[in-house]
C-alpha cells in the first residue's frame, strides 16, 4: 500500500524520532511511504485559539496537498482529529462548501497511527520487541475526539518483551491542551502533578502516548523530578525489534 505521511509540526521540528519510526515500522510491514514535500501546519494551533479565517489558506494548503493519496497517516491523535473535525467546520462557517466537501474526503483519508495499523492494514501484532515497563496514557484528542478505544492498547500486549502496566485513572488530561498550559499555568500544573503520580505509581520505566504533544508535557514534568521515567511515542516502541535494541545496548556499553 502507498501511504502518504502527514509529519505534524511538532514530530517535524521537535520530535522527528516519532515520524522516522512510522516510517520504519510501515516501510517494515511491506508498504511505501511518501512525503509529500509540500504540507505544512495544518491550521490547529490557529483555530484552537480563535484565528479561524487565519487558518484558512493553511487548510486549503492541506487539502490540495494531501487530496491526491488514498491513504494518509499521522503520528498524532491531535493533528487527525483536527484534519477530520475543523478543517471542514471551518471552511463551511467561512462560507466555502467545496472546500469543505474536499476536506471531509481527506479526512476520511487520514488516519492516527494505531487507527490505520489495526482497522486499515488489519495487523496488532507489527513484529515488535521492546523489553521494558510501559504504561500508556490515552491523549484527550485520540481519546474523545478520534475514540481510537484500546487499539493502541492491543498492538502494545502484542509487542514481545514488553510488560504493559495499567495507568490509573487513565482517561483524566495530563494538563496540557496545547495553549491551555500558558494560559492556565497552575491549573495546567496541578492537572500534570496528579498524571505524574499515576505513572510514578504503575513503577513503569516508560510512559507512552501517540501525541508527541502530551508527551513533551509530561516528560518534562518527569525530567524535573529527577524520576528516571522516560517518554516513548508509541510509534517509537512499535517500530522497536531485537536487531535494534540489542544495537542501543552495544552503543550504551560503548559510551
Known sequence: MRIALFVTCLA??????????????LERLGHEV????????????????GYQREALPLIRRHVRTFDP????VAPSGSCVGSVRHQHPLVARRAGDDRLAGRAEDVAARTYE???????????????AYYPHRVTYHP???????????????????AVRGLDLVELPDAEQCCGFGGTFAVKNADTSTAMLADKMRHVLSTRADVCTASDS?????LG?????????????????????TERSATAGERVAVQR
Not at 484528542?141 to 500486549?157: A, E, F
Open 34 to 49: 511518501v512525503f509529500p514535500s509540500e504540507q505544512t501546519c495544518c491550521g490547529q494551533m490557529h483555530v484552537n485559539t
Open 69 to 72: 493519496y488514498d491513504v494518509i
Open 139 to 157: 491523549t484527550c484528542h485520540s481519546l474523545r475526539m478520534l475514540r481510537v478505544g484500546d487499539r493502541p492498547l492491543r498492538l502494545l500486549r
Open 12 to 25: 517535524d521540528t521537535v520530535f522527528p524520532e516519532a515520524a522516522k519510526a512510522t516510517v520504519r515500522l
Open 113 to 127: 497511527l494505531s487507527e490505520l495499523l489495526v482497522d486499515v492494514l488489519g495487523v496488532t501484532d507489527v513484529g
Open 220 to 240: 518534562g514534568g518527569l525530567s524535573r523530578l529527577r524520576t528516571g521515567v522516560r517518554t516513548v511515542h508509541l510509534a517509537e516502541i512499535l517500530a522497536s
Open 213 to 217: 504533544s502530551c508527551l513533551m508535557h
